[in-house]
């Protein structure tokens, strides 16, 4: 039987032939400048522009980046098609297209002070394309934290004593954030202390689990409420604890969205990025060293439930399903996404310290998301998948089971390496919703107008001000989120999410195609130009399956959705898809005729990078 080390090990090779290589020819070709002034020091307000140290600003990013989906998705794509195609388009696709599109979204934005891509290819094409962007990404950001709270509400269901942990780390970046920017705390010393701490609060949230509502936990579990939940909206599709815990992390992720970076963002990010590496990296080590020297549980090797390749139209469980283009989506981020465009614009541009911290932070930190992948796909290589056509519900437990059966390999009980496996996944998901919350601020104070290194409260009746208030405009992100959640109709959702924030990918490799076009009219276009086109072609052709065949076809024509209430979401899904196609054409149209007038027209000097 074959080995999942082969699983790592092809991973491992292509993307340090990446980084060594491609990243270092991608620093050049943009021109990083070590002397540069960074929009971090250029705005520095102590809030939003906050110059940050290489290590704690890759934490964050890689913290922010990297959610439900890189698991979700190689784990589900792997069930239905096989693990060959799922680790190629990880191993091949994530360091010639997910890290060139993290790393230019990083540049760009560096050259456009800080500023998201929706006003980059608004520099070019104009308002009108800037705010067709930003619009598309906003409805894309609260897909993200409908979602992302969903995932988390299931992992706090499932494993109780991540809640523990969670709130304690959250809790330890809090004073982690005092100490080190209202003290001055030397660094390394209280990374030392803080980081034990957040692998202490691993034990406690074993020995004290805790859950809102009554139900099936281990032993010792604190429940604070009474009742089973019940009269909680959306207990019936989901279970009162899983959906009372929905609105209490969307709750936080407005709270932590409004503080400044460094109250939370920043040192929480930092903390949790020691669990994220540990997991990662722990099961990397565990998988080498179980293989090499036979001291896990189970035999490391690929469970005979998941075959090499399952043919084009997948496993009969998964319906028709055909590997092009809906392997892609399905992966999504594992390989590509467009959220990642947002958080290297949004947040990211606004804190780094020197331009040439991009190249480990943009580039390395999407290989970080394709190593989780590679761990994701090889937690469902050697626990198997019953329920290939499940989603989200099937694929999480597999993740925990999996990596608790890897990390015997070193010692540590199934039990134990399932929980931590557990509170890995949920500190991806924790930082990646609130800071998505603060990236859909961005967004609206970019679409009504508000100057670089200002922010607003938000609190007066000036609509303008309450849509971009750092404490109204959550309000207005998580509240919607959160209706999409209890609807029922959340395997719809993160169809939705995954088709949302792929073709967002697509359109931000396009504005940094476009950038480039109007830099310099010798900078070749390939590099951005190619996976842009591949990613259109995938994203469209996948909407539309979900619009003509799945609901109009299936669901509409031949009678599938049975009830009014799934007519009518059936017919809002269509609705959705066809808007996305359709500002997805448009912006490509815009940038095409962009890119043709610069390259056709007269020969013009070369602009500075910071003219742009």
Not at 104 to 130: F, N, P, T
Not at 139 to 153: E, H, K, P, Q
Not at 379 to 385: E, I, N, P, R, S
Not at 581 to 598: D, K, S
Request: charged residues 10%.
């Amino acid at each position: 039987m074959t080995q999942i080390i082969w699983i790592i090990a092809a991973v491992l090779v292509t993307f340090t032939v990446g980084y060594v290589g491609y990243s270092q020819y991608l620093t050049q070709f943009v021109e990083l400048d070590e002397e540069a002034e960074t929009p971090a020091h250029k705005y520095e307000d102590g809030q939003e522009y906050v110059p940050s140290k290489k290590p704690v600003l890759l934490g964050h990013h890689y913290s922010s980046i990297a959610g439900g989906a890189p698991i979700v998705g190689p784990i589900t794509a792997g069930a239905i098609w096989g693990w060959v195609p799922a680790l190629l388009w990880i191993a091949l696709g994530n360091p010639l297209m997910g890290a060139v599109h993290d790393f230019v979204s990083l540049s760009g934005s560096l050259r456009h002070e800080g500023k998201s891509i929706g006003y980059m290819i608004g520099e070019y094409v104009g308002k009108g394309g800037k705010n067709m962007l930003l619009w598309f990404a906003f409805l894309t950001i609260m897909l993200v934290v409908a979602v992302f709270a969903l995932v988390v509400g299931i992992v706090f269901n499932a494993y109780p004593q991540v809640v523990t942990a969670s709130l304690l780390y959250i809790g330890l970046a809090l004073v982690f954030g005092v100490y080190l920017y209202q003290f001055n705390g030397p660094f390394i010393p209280g990374t030392i202390l803080f980081v034990g701490g957040v692998f202490a609060a691993v034990w406690v949230g074993l020995e004290y689990p805790l859950a809102l509502f009554a139900g099936d936990y281990p032993a010792g579990t604190i429940v604070l409420l009474g009742g089973a939940g019940d009269w909680v909206p959306g207990a019936a599709a989901l279970g009162g604890n899983t959906a009372g815990w929905i609105p209490v992390v969307m709750i936080y992720a407005a709270i932590a969205s409004a503080l400044p970076v460094w109250v939370l963002l920043q040192p929480r990010d930092y903390l949790s990025s020691f669990l994220l590496y540990t997991g990662v990296g722990g099961a990397i080590v565990a998988i080498i060293v179980g293989t090499l020297l036979g001291t896990s549980s189970s035999p490391l090797v690929i469970d005979s439930s998941i075959g090499a390749f399952e043919g084009f139209w997948g496993v009969e469980g998964a319906g028709l399903a055909p590997l092009f283009p809906l392997l892609f989506i399905t992966i999504a981020c594992g390989t590509i996404s467009g959220f990642h465009s947002l958080v290297s614009s949004g947040t990211t541009a606004k804190q780094l310290d020197n331009e040439t911290d991009a190249r480990l932070i943009g580039y390395g930190g999407m290989l970080g998301e394709g190593l989780l992948a590679a761990v994701a796909l090889s937690t469902l290589a050697v626990a198997g998948f019953a329920d290939p056509a499940g989603g989200i519900g099937a694929a999480l437990p597999n993740f925990a089971e999996g990596g608790g059966i890897i990390l015997t390999s070193l010692g540590i009980s199934e039990t134990v390496g399932a929980v931590f496996m557990a509170l890995v996944l949920c500190s991806f998901l924790l930082t990646s919703t609130d800071t998505a919350v603060r990236l859909g601020r961005y967004m609206m104070e970019e679409l009504v107008g508000t100057p670089a290194g200002r922010t607003d409260t938000g609190l007066n009746l000036d609509p303008r001000s309450i849509a971009r208030g750092r404490y109204t405009n959550p309000i207005v992100q998580i509240v919607p989120a959160y209706l999409l959640v209890v609807s029922g109709q959340w395997v719809v959702l993160w169809q939705l999410f995954g088709g949302a924030n792929q073709l967002l990918a697509a359109l931000a490799l396009l504005t940094a195609t476009v950038w480039l076009a109007n830099w310099d009219d010798n900078k070749q276009l390939i590099s951005t130009g190619v996976p842009m086109a591949i990613m259109v072609t995938i994203t469209i052709l996948g909407l539309s399956i979900l619009v003509f065949y799945e609901n109009l076809y299936l669901n509409l024509i031949q009678g599938g959705a049975e009830t009014f209430g799934a007519q009518i979401s059936a017919v809002v899904q269509m609705a959705l898809g066809l808007v996305l196609i359709g500002l997805a054409l448009a912006l490509v149209r815009l940038g095409y005729r962009n890119i043709q007038t610069v390259r056709s027209g007269p020969e013009r000097p070369a602009a500075e990078p910071g003219d742009d």
